[in-house]
C-alpha cells in the first residue's frame, strides 16, 4: 500500500492499495472505492488546480466551493438509505461542464468516510462509467471486489455476467442482488456510482443490454433493507431519453433528483483561493476578482476556471517574475486558457489532412448570430464527416476534442424514430462558447462566413425535414431555395461539405424541376399526338411556313406598323421554340433578328440593371403615384426606376449583405422598406437613396416580407426565424416585442386595409391573425392547410382573407372570426404560389407549379371558367390590375403574361430571358413592371403589351454591359 496522502483541513486520508481501488480514511470510517481501470492517468504534479479534466477522489484535497451541495446529497443518500422512498437511486442532473462528476468523486465519496452512512463504519463504492457494454464491465467491477484481482478474473467476469443476463430473461432483474450476496464484507454498504450515465443511450447501442442494464440496477437498489445504493450522474439534455424506461424517468422527475446549479461568486471565490493557499502561494486579490467575473453565471464556469488556474500556477512555477494578473492577462482569460488547450491539440497532433477535416467539423458547429458573433449548434456526427474516406479520422479528431482531458467537443446521441423504424444519430457540439472568442485559428476560419454557414444550415434543415416527412414531393426544395442549393453546391462544398442527405434532396428537387419542365413542354404534343403521320408532317409544315411568314410580316411594318411589327415577331419567336416544328437554325435566327429588330424600333421600357452580375430581380414594387418602381435584388442592392424613361433614378442603394427578398414603398412614397437574406429591415429616402437611420435588427434569420401599414407609421416583417415584427416607420425602433407563434418560417405578410390587423402565413400551415396596435394574437391560428402557406392577402373591405398553400389549395377565412368561409377551393394540382383580391372583392386570382392562373367567385368558391393555360412553366406571381379587367402573371417560362378577367388570354409579354420572380400593376392600372431573374425590369403597357419607346438594351459581355 501507498504512503498515506497529507491529511486535508477536513480530516481525511486518502491511500491507494495494490487493486488500484482509493481507501479513504476518517474518524475510524472507510470508504474502499473500486475503480473501472483507465487507459490513462492524468499527472499533473504538484499543481493545485486540475485543468478541464474531472476532479477525482484522489482530488478532494483540492476540490472546493461545493461544499453545500456535497452536504446536500449526502443528505439525499442518508435518506435514501433509511429508507423513505421506495428506490435507493440518486440521479444527479446538470449541463455539460456543471460539474456533475466532480462533485460525485471529489465531493460525496470522501464525505462518506467523515459521515458515513447511519450504522455503518466501512461503505464499499463502485465507480463506472456504462461505456457501450455496461452491463459487461457492471461484471468487472463485481469480481474485482469477490477476487481482489485489480483487472478482474476472466472466468468470474464470464460467470457473473452470465447471471446478470439469465436473471434479466427470466424476468426478475434480480442478477445484481445475488451477486451482491456473494461479495466480501456482506454488510456493509455498496453504492454504485454510474459517472457519465447517458453513455448507456448515446454508446451502448444493444438496446437489450441498455434494458436489462437500467432494470438490474433499479431491481438492486428497490430491495427493503437492500445493500446496494445507485448514484448516476446525468446530462440534462439526455432527459427526453430516459423516457425509454418509465421507472428510471418517474425517479428523475421526482424530487429525489438534484439538479446543480451553476456557481455562485461566493462559490467560485473558494474554488479559486483555497487550492492556492493550501499549497503556500496565494493568488492577488485583483486576479481573484477577475476571474470571478470572466466565469460567472458562464456554462461550465468549474473547468473554465480550472484551466486558465492551472496554466496560471505552471506560469508562477517558472519563477519569471510575473504575477498572477499578467499571467491571467496573456493567456486572454478564462476563455483563453481553454483557447490554448485547443491550439496545443491542433498544432501538435494532426496532420495537415486532419487540420482540414478539423476545420470542416468546427465549422459544422457554430450557429452565426447577429454581426460577428457565433454559438453552439448541435449537429449530427455523420453531417460534420460526410465523407466515407474521413470517416475514421474525423472520429479520431472528434475523440481527440471530447477527451475528459480536453472536453472541447461534447458527443452524445438521440434516438431518431420515423417511417423507417428508429436509428440512433451521433450528435456533436462545442461544449465552450468562449471558443469562438479567443480562439484565434477558429477565429480566422470563421471570418466572413456567417452568411455560407447559414445557407448550409438551412440546406441541412430543409434535407432533414424532407427526410421526416417521408421525402414528399411538396418538401422537395423550390425554386429560389433549389437555386441558391445549387450555387452553394457549386461554390462551397470543398469547405462546407454537404450530407449525403442534403445532396440527395438537391438532387431529387432538380429531377423534379426538369420532369416538370418536361411535361408542361410535352403538353402541345398531347393535342397533335392523335393525327396520323402525313397529317403531322402537313402540321410541321405550315408551322414552319408560319414562322417564316410572320417572320417577313413583323420586318415589313417595322417603319410604318411598329406595334404590328413586334406582335408578329413575338409569334414567329414563340412558334420557333416549338419542339414539335423542329424549325431549321435560318429560319429561328431569322425569328430571332425579327423580334430583336421590333423591340429595337419600339417603346419598350426596360433596362438592364448595368452595375452588376448578379442582379437578379426578386421583388418589384410601383411608388403610390406610380412614377417610380422600387425593384430589390440579389446582389443585396435596391433600385429605384423612372416610370416615364426607364432609367435608373441615381446608383443603387446598397447596404444589404445578402439578397433583397422584399420591398414596399411607404403610402406617401416618401420611403422604402427592405428585407434581406441578412437577417435585416432598412428603410431608405425615396428621393435621395440614402439611408433612414440604422439597419432594423432584430430578425435572427432571412427577412421573407415587408409591408407598410396603411398610414404609414408601421412597418410589418415576417422572416425564417418563426417571429412577425413590428417596427415605428420613423424611427426604425421595434414596436413592441416580436410576434411569436408560429412554428415554423413565416413567409408572408399583410396589414389590413384599416390597418388594425396584420395577418401571415407560413411554413407551419397555418395563417395568423395579430392586433397590430398591441402584437397579440387575434383568435386561434387559422388551420385547415395540410402544407406550407405561401401567400396571404386581404380583400379591400378587410372582412376577408385569402390564402395559397403548397397543399393545391386556396382557402378563404372570415377575418373576424378566424373561421373558414366555404370549402377549400381546389383545382390546382401542385402548389399555390401566388393569391390575390380584384379590387372589387368578388374575385380572387391564384398562379401555381401546375403551371396555371385560376380565377374564382370569392362569394361561392367557385372556379370563374378553366384553368388560364399559357405558362409552361411555374406560375411566381400573380396580380390585379386597379380596375379588376386585366390580370397580369410571371413565370419560371421567363414570361409576363396578360389576361382578360373574363378568362381570354391576351398574349404573352415576351423579352425575359429568365424567370420572371415577381410582377405588379401601376396604380393607375396602365403599366405592368416585371422583374425577372435575367437582371432586368421591364415595363409593359398593360393595354397592347408592348412598349412605348425605343429600346435601350443591354448585354453583359467580357466584364462589361454593352449596347446593341
Given at each position: 500500500?501507498?504512503?498515506?496522502?497529507?491529511?486535508?483541513?477536513?480530516?481525511?486520508?486518502?491511500?491507494?492499495?495494490?487493486?488500484?481501488?482509493?481507501?479513504?480514511?476518517?474518524?475510524?470510517?472507510?470508504?474502499?472505492?473500486?475503480?473501472?481501470?483507465?487507459?490513462?492517468?492524468?499527472?499533473?504534479?504538484?499543481?493545485?488546480?486540475?485543468?478541464?479534466?474531472?476532479?477525482?477522489?484522489?482530488?478532494?484535497?483540492v476540490?472546493?466551493?461545493?461544499?453545500?451541495?456535497v452536504?446536500?446529497?449526502?443528505?439525499?443518500?442518508?435518506?435514501?438509505?433509511?429508507?423513505?422512498?421506495?428506490?435507493?437511486?440518486?440521479?444527479?442532473?446538470?449541463?455539460?461542464?456543471?460539474?456533475?462528476?466532480?462533485?460525485?468523486?471529489?465531493?460525496?465519496?470522501?464525505?462518506l468516510?467523515?459521515?458515513?452512512?447511519?450504522?455503518?463504519?466501512?461503505?464499499?463504492v463502485?465507480?463506472?462509467?456504462?461505456s457501450?457494454?455496461?452491463?459487461?464491465?457492471?461484471?468487472?467491477?463485481l469480481?474485482?471486489?469477490?477476487?481482489?484481482d485489480?483487472?478482474?478474473?476472466g472466468?468470474?467476469?464470464?460467470?457473473?455476467?452470465?447471471?446478470?443476463?439469465?436473471?434479466?430473461?427470466?424476468?426478475?432483474?434480480?442478477?445484481?442482488?445475488?451477486l451482491?450476496?456473494?461479495?466480501?464484507?456482506?454488510?456493509?454498504?455498496?453504492?454504485?456510482?454510474?459517472?457519465?450515465?447517458?453513455?448507456?443511450?448515446?454508446?451502448c447501442?444493444?438496446?437489450?443490454?441498455?434494458?436489462?442494464?437500467?432494470?438490474?440496477?433499479?431491481?438492486?437498489?428497490t430491495?427493503?433493507?437492500?445493500?446496494?445504493?445507485?448514484?448516476?450522474?446525468?446530462?440534462?439534455?439526455?432527459?427526453?431519453?430516459?423516457?425509454?424506461?418509465?421507472?428510471?424517468?418517474?425517479?428523475i422527475?421526482?424530487?429525489?433528483?438534484?439538479?446543480?446549479?451553476v456557481?455562485?461568486?461566493?462559490?467560485?471565490r473558494?474554488?479559486?483561493?483555497?487550492?492556492?493557499?493550501?499549497?503556500?502561494?496565494?493568488?492577488?486579490?485583483?486576479?481573484?476578482k477577475?476571474?470571478?467575473?470572466?466565469?460567472?453565471?458562464?456554462?461550465?464556469?468549474?473547468?473554465?476556471?480550472?484551466?486558465?488556474l492551472?496554466?496560471?500556477?505552471?506560469?508562477?512555477?517558472q519563477s519569471?517574475?510575473k504575477?498572477?494578473?499578467?499571467?491571467l492577462?496573456?493567456?486572454?482569460?478564462?476563455?483563453?486558457?481553454?483557447?490554448?488547450?485547443?491550439?496545443?491539440?491542433y498544432?501538435?497532433?494532426?496532420?495537415a489532412?486532419?487540420?482540414?477535416i478539423?476545420?470542416?467539423?468546427?465549422?459544422?458547429l457554430?450557429?452565426?448570430?447577429?454581426?460577428?458573433?457565433?454559438?453552439?449548434?448541435?449537429?449530427?456526427?455523420?453531417?460534420?464527416?460526410?465523407?466515407k474516406?474521413?470517416?475514421?479520422?474525423?472520429?479520431?479528431?472528434?475523440?481527440?476534442?471530447?477527451?475528459?482531458?480536453?472536453?472541447?467537443?461534447t458527443?452524445?446521441?438521440?434516438?431518431?424514430?420515423?417511417?423507417?423504424?428508429?436509428?440512433?444519430?451521433?450528435?456533436?457540439?462545442?461544449?465552450h462558447?468562449?471558443?469562438?472568442?479567443?480562439?484565434?485559428?477558429?477565429?480566422?476560419?470563421?471570418?466572413?462566413?456567417?452568411?455560407?454557414?447559414?445557407?448550409?444550415?438551412?440546406?441541412?434543415?430543409?434535407?432533414?425535414?424532407?427526410?421526416?416527412n417521408?421525402?414528399?414531393?411538396?418538401?422537395?426544395?423550390?425554386?429560389?431555395?433549389?437555386?441558391?442549393?445549387?450555387?452553394?453546391?457549386?461554390?462551397?462544398?470543398?469547405?462546407?461539405?454537404?450530407?449525403?442527405?442534403a445532396?440527395?434532396?438537391?438532387?431529387?428537387?432538380?429531377?423534379?424541376?426538369r420532369?416538370?419542365?418536361?411535361k408542361?413542354?410535352?403538353?402541345?404534343?398531347?393535342?397533335?399526338?392523335?393525327?396520323?403521320?402525313?397529317?403531322?408532317?402537313?402540321?410541321?409544315?405550315?408551322q414552319?411556313?408560319?414562322?417564316?411568314?410572320?417572320?417577313?410580316t413583323?420586318?415589313?411594318?417595322?417603319?410604318?406598323q411598329?406595334?404590328?411589327?413586334e406582335?408578329?415577331?413575338?409569334?414567329?419567336?414563340?412558334?420557333?421554340?416549338?419542339?414539335?416544328?423542329?424549325?431549321?437554325?435560318?429560319?429561328?435566327?431569322?425569328a430571332?433578328?425579327?423580334?430583336?429588330?421590333?423591340?429595337?424600333n419600339?417603346?419598350?421600357?426596360?433596362?438592364?440593371?448595368?452595375d452588376?452580375?448578379?442582379?437578379m430581380?426578386?421583388?418589384?414594387?410601383?411608388?403610390?403615384?406610380?412614377?417610380?418602381?422600387?425593384?430589390?435584388?440579389?446582389?443585396?442592392?435596391?433600385?429605384?426606376?423612372?416610370?416615364?424613361?426607364g432609367?435608373?433614378?441615381r446608383?443603387?442603394?446598397?447596404g444589404?449583405?445578402?439578397m433583397?427578398?422584399?420591398?414596399?414603398?411607404?403610402?406617401?412614397?416618401?420611403?422604402?422598406?427592405?428585407?434581406?437574406y441578412?437577417?435585416?429591415?432598412?428603410?431608405?429616402?425615396?428621393?435621395?437613396?440614402?439611408?433612414?437611420?440604422?439597419?432594423?435588427?432584430?430578425?435572427?434569420?432571412?427577412?421573407?416580407?415587408v409591408?407598410?401599414?396603411?398610414?404609414?407609421?408601421?412597418?410589418?416583417?415576417?422572416?425564417?426565424?418563426?417571429?412577425?415584427?413590428l417596427?415605428?416607420?420613423?424611427?426604425?425602433?421595434p414596436?413592441?416585442?416580436?410576434?411569436?407563434?408560429?412554428a415554423?418560417?413565416?413567409?408572408?405578410?399583410?396589414?389590413?386595409?384599416?390597418?388594425?390587423?396584420?395577418?401571415?402565413?407560413?411554413?407551419?400551415?397555418?395563417?395568423?391573425?395579430?392586433?397590430?396596435?398591441?402584437?397579440?394574437?387575434?383568435?386561434?391560428?387559422?388551420?385547415?392547410?395540410?402544407?406550407?402557406?405561401?401567400?396571404?392577402?386581404?380583400?379591400?373591405?378587410?372582412?376577408?382573407?385569402?390564402?395559397?398553400?403548397?397543399?393545391?389549395?386556396v382557402?378563404?377565412?372570415?377575418?373576424?372570426t378566424?373561421?373558414?368561409?366555404?370549402?377549400?377551393?381546389?383545382g390546382h394540382?401542385?402548389a399555390?404560389?401566388?393569391?390575390?383580391?380584384?379590387?372589387?372583392?368578388?374575385?380572387?386570382v391564384?398562379?401555381?407549379?401546375?403551371?396555371?392562373?385560376?380565377?374564382?367567385?370569392?362569394?361561392?368558391?367557385?372556379?370563374?371558367?378553366?384553368?388560364?393555360?399559357?405558362?409552361w412553366?411555374?406560375?411566381?406571381?400573380?396580380?390585379?390590375?386597379?380596375?379588376?379587367?386585366?390580370i397580369?402573371?410571371?413565370?419560371?417560362?421567363n414570361t409576363?403574361?396578360?389576361?382578360?378577367?373574363?378568362?381570354?388570354?391576351?398574349?404573352?409579354?415576351?423579352?425575359?430571358?429568365?424567370?420572371?420572380?415577381?410582377?405588379?400593376?401601376?396604380?393607375?392600372?396602365k403599366?405592368?413592371?416585371?422583374?425577372?431573374?435575367?437582371?432586368?425590369?421591364?415595363?409593359?403597357?398593360?393595354?397592347?403589351?408592348?412598349?412605348?419607346?425605343?429600346?435601350?438594351?443591354w448585354?453583359?459581355?467580357?466584364?462589361?454591359?454593352?449596347?446593341?
Open positions: 500500500m501507498t504512503p498515506p496522502l497529507p491529511p486535508n483541513n477536513r480530516q481525511i486520508t486518502i491511500q491507494r492499495d495494490v487493486i488500484s481501488s482509493t481507501i479513504i480514511s476518517g474518524d475510524n470510517n472507510t470508504v474502499v472505492v473500486y475503480y473501472q481501470k483507465q487507459q490513462t492517468e492524468v499527472n499533473l504534479g504538484p499543481n493545485p488546480y486540475r485543468g478541464l479534466a474531472s476532479f477525482q477522489v484522489e482530488d478532494a484535497d476540490f472546493f466551493g461545493r461544499e453545500e451541495q452536504k446536500r446529497l449526502w443528505s439525499r443518500l442518508q435518506a435514501l438509505y433509511n429508507g423513505n422512498v421506495s428506490t435507493r437511486l440518486l440521479p444527479i442532473l446538470g449541463a455539460s461542464g456543471s460539474g456533475k462528476s466532480s462533485l460525485a468523486r471529489a465531493g460525496l465519496l470522501p464525505e468516510a467523515r459521515l458515513p452512512l447511519p450504522g455503518h463504519r466501512s461503505t464499499d463502485i465507480i463506472m462509467k456504462p457501450s457494454k455496461p452491463l459487461e464491465l457492471l461484471a468487472v467491477e469480481s474485482r471486489i469477490a477476487t481482489g485489480p483487472f478482474g478474473d472466468a468470474k467476469i464470464d460467470e457473473f455476467k452470465q447471471v446478470l443476463e439469465k436473471r434479466a430473461k427470466q424476468g426478475t432483474n434480480d442478477g445484481l442482488s445475488s451482491v450476496m456473494r461479495l466480501p464484507q456482506k454488510n456493509s454498504p455498496l453504492v454504485i456510482l454510474i459517472d457519465q450515465f447517458e453513455e448507456v443511450y448515446s454508446l447501442e444493444d438496446v437489450e443490454q441498455r434494458t436489462t442494464f437500467i432494470n438490474t440496477l433499479l431491481e438492486a437498489a430491495i427493503k433493507d437492500g445493500r446496494v445504493s445507485v448514484v448516476i450522474t446525468l446530462r440534462s439534455d439526455f432527459l427526453r431519453e430516459t423516457q425509454q424506461h418509465p421507472q428510471l424517468n418517474q425517479i422527475g421526482s424530487d429525489q433528483s438534484i439538479i446543480l446549479p456557481m455562485t461568486s461566493k462559490e467560485l473558494l474554488a479559486i483561493e483555497k487550492p492556492a493557499e493550501q499549497a503556500g502561494r496565494p493568488l492577488e486579490n485583483e486576479t481573484v477577475r476571474l470571478i467575473e470572466q466565469a460567472e453565471g458562464r456554462e461550465g464556469a468549474l473547468p473554465l476556471l480550472q484551466s486558465a492551472t496554466l496560471i500556477w505552471e506560469e508562477l512555477s519569471n517574475g504575477s498572477s494578473l499578467d499571467i492577462r496573456d493567456i486572454g482569460g478564462v476563455g483563453g486558457a481553454l483557447a490554448k488547450e485547443a491550439e496545443n491539440l498544432n501538435n497532433n494532426l496532420s489532412q486532419e487540420k482540414e478539423t476545420k470542416r467539423i468546427f465549422l459544422g457554430v450557429q452565426p448570430k447577429e454581426g460577428t458573433l457565433y454559438s453552439r449548434r448541435r449537429a449530427k456526427v455523420s453531417n460534420l464527416i460526410p465523407r474516406n474521413e470517416q475514421e479520422q474525423g472520429r479520431k479528431i472528434l475523440r481527440m476534442f471530447s477527451k475528459t482531458t480536453a472536453r472541447l467537443i458527443l452524445s446521441s438521440v434516438k431518431k424514430v420515423h417511417s423507417q423504424g428508429e436509428e440512433i444519430e451521433e450528435i456533436a457540439e462545442v461544449t462558447e468562449a471558443l469562438f472568442e479567443h480562439w484565434a485559428e477558429l477565429k480566422k476560419w470563421l471570418n466572413g462566413q456567417q452568411d455560407v454557414i447559414r445557407q448550409k444550415i438551412r440546406i441541412d434543415n430543409a434535407a432533414e425535414e424532407w427526410n421526416n417521408d421525402r414528399k414531393r411538396s418538401y422537395l426544395l423550390q425554386e429560389r431555395d433549389l437555386t441558391g442549393a445549387e450555387l452553394f453546391q457549386k461554390n462551397h462544398e470543398e469547405t462546407f461539405q454537404l450530407s449525403d442527405l445532396k440527395e434532396l438537391i438532387q431529387k428537387s432538380l429531377e423534379h424541376r420532369n416538370n419542365r418536361i408542361n413542354g410535352l403538353r402541345f404534343l398531347v393535342v397533335v399526338l392523335p393525327l396520323s403521320g402525313f397529317a403531322l408532317y402537313q402540321l410541321q409544315q405550315a414552319r411556313y408560319s414562322v417564316r411568314q410572320l417572320t417577313a413583323a420586318e415589313s411594318f417595322l417603319t410604318s411598329p406595334v404590328e411589327a406582335i408578329n415577331a413575338i409569334a414567329a419567336w414563340d412558334l420557333s421554340r416549338s419542339a414539335f416544328a423542329r424549325v431549321s437554325d435560318n429560319d429561328r435566327l431569322a430571332d433578328n425579327s423580334l430583336l429588330n421590333a423591340q429595337r419600339n417603346w419598350e421600357r426596360q433596362r438592364f440593371l448595368p452588376s452580375t448578379d442582379s430581380i426578386l421583388s418589384v414594387a410601383f411608388s403610390r403615384d406610380g412614377q417610380t418602381i422600387v425593384g430589390g435584388s440579389r446582389d443585396g442592392s435596391v433600385w429605384l426606376w423612372n416610370v416615364r424613361t432609367k435608373a433614378n446608383k443603387p442603394l446598397t444589404h449583405k445578402d433583397v427578398t422584399s420591398v414596399a414603398f411607404s403610402p406617401d412614397g416618401q420611403t422604402i422598406v427592405s428585407g434581406s441578412d437577417h435585416t429591415v432598412r428603410l431608405w429616402d425615396a428621393k435621395t437613396g440614402l439611408p433612414k437611420g440604422k439597419p432594423l435588427t432584430g430578425h435572427a434569420d432571412v427577412v421573407t416580407s409591408a407598410f401599414s396603411p398610414d404609414g407609421q408601421t412597418i410589418v416583417s415576417g422572416g425564417y426565424d418563426h417571429t412577425v415584427r417596427w415605428d416607420a420613423k424611427t426604425g425602433l414596436k413592441g416585442k416580436p410576434l411569436t407563434g408560429h415554423d418560417v413565416v413567409t408572408s405578410v399583410a396589414f389590413s386595409p384599416d390597418g388594425q390587423t396584420i395577418v401571415s402565413g407560413g411554413y407551419d400551415h397555418t395563417v395568423r391573425l395579430w392586433d397590430a396596435k398591441t402584437g397579440l394574437p387575434k383568435g386561434k391560428p387559422l388551420t385547415g392547410h395540410a402544407d406550407v402557406v405561401t401567400s396571404v392577402a386581404f380583400s379591400r373591405d378587410g372582412e376577408t382573407i385569402v390564402s395559397g398553400s403548397e397543399d393545391t389549395t382557402r378563404l377565412w372570415d377575418a373576424k378566424g373561421l373558414p368561409k366555404g370549402k377549400p377551393l381546389t394540382t401542385d399555390v404560389t401566388s393569391v390575390a383580391f380584384s379590387r372589387d372583392g368578388e374575385t380572387i391564384s398562379g401555381s407549379e401546375d403551371t396555371t392562373v385560376r380565377l374564382w367567385n370569392a362569394q361561392t368558391g367557385i372556379p370563374q371558367g378553366n384553368p388560364l393555360i399559357g405558362h412553366n411555374r406560375v411566381n406571381s400573380v396580380a390585379f390590375s386597379p380596375d379588376g379587367e386585366t397580369v402573371s410571371g413565370s419560371h417560362d409576363v403574361r396578360l389576361w382578360d378577367a373574363q378568362t381570354r388570354l391576351k398574349k404573352p409579354l415576351i423579352g425575359h430571358r429568365d424567370l420572371v420572380q415577381s410582377v405588379a400593376f401601376s396604380r393607375d392600372g403599366t405592368i413592371v416585371s422583374g425577372s431573374w435575367d437582371n432586368t425590369v421591364r415595363l409593359w403597357d398593360a393595354k397592347t403589351g408592348v412598349s412605348k419607346r425605343k429600346t435601350v438594351d448585354a453583359y459581355d467580357s466584364g462589361q454591359f454593352r449596347r446593341f
